[in-house]
């Protein structure tokens, strides 16, 4: 676990919470994402998993089976990959996002379905329902950076320029890059 993910706020079973977490009746409420903590990090560049400061420069996320598969078919082919629709999704560390890859049971297995839905449903949310399966890739990716929007009901980003692609069907295959990542960071 990321030294700054072990300072997070945990949940009554001692699980840490990632910082753009809604909280309801001191409950977390995971797999749902608080606008104005998703906006803050936006706007402070601030990781959404751990709530520290990223540095300039490149910024990494878990993506879904769709998003994976594009974006490999992309870099197979030697084409530049831009996700041009935007996602609620914000960015965070390398370390943060291939630790969530691992925890989160939605991330983590190709076979898992979501336990919660994302409340009002939209154009970005309506495949966000409970028992939606994750599908059969998901992957860490690195861009070189993001840019975001905050309107008055979300908080938009878009990615750009892939400089890392880490797909997996079960995210234990980080296990190892994770080690890496935290080592280099001691």
């Known amino acids: 676990m990321p030294p700054t993910v072990q300072d997070r706020p945990r949940d009554a079973r001692g699980y840490p919470v990632p910082a753009i977490t809604p909280w309801v009746e001191e409950q977390p409420q995971f797999a749902l994402t608080d606008y104005g903590r998703s906006a803050a990090c936006a706007r402070e560049r601030l990781c959404s998993v751990c709530g520290r400061l990223m540095a300039r420069g490149s ?56 336990g919660t839905s994302a409340g009002r449903p939209d154009e970005l949310t309506a495949h966000v329902v409970r028992g939606a399966v994750r599908g059969t890739m998901g992957a860490v990716v690195g861009f070189a950076d993001y840019e975001f929007a905050v309107t008055a009901t979300q908080v938009l980003f878009r990615f750009v320029d892939v400089v890392e692609f880490l797909p997996h069907d079960t995210a234990d295959a980080h296990a190892e890059e994770l080690r890496a990542e935290l080592a280099q960071d001691r």
């Open 59 to 114: 910024v990494w996320r878990v993506v879904g089976a769709a998003e994976c598969a594009a974006i490999g078919e992309a870099l197979a082919a030697g084409r530049p990959y831009r996700n041009l629709a935007p996602t609620l999704e914000g960015p965070g560390h390398r370390a943060c996002m291939l630790y969530a890859s691992m925890v989160c049971p939605y991330l983590a297995r190709p076979n898992a379905r979501r």
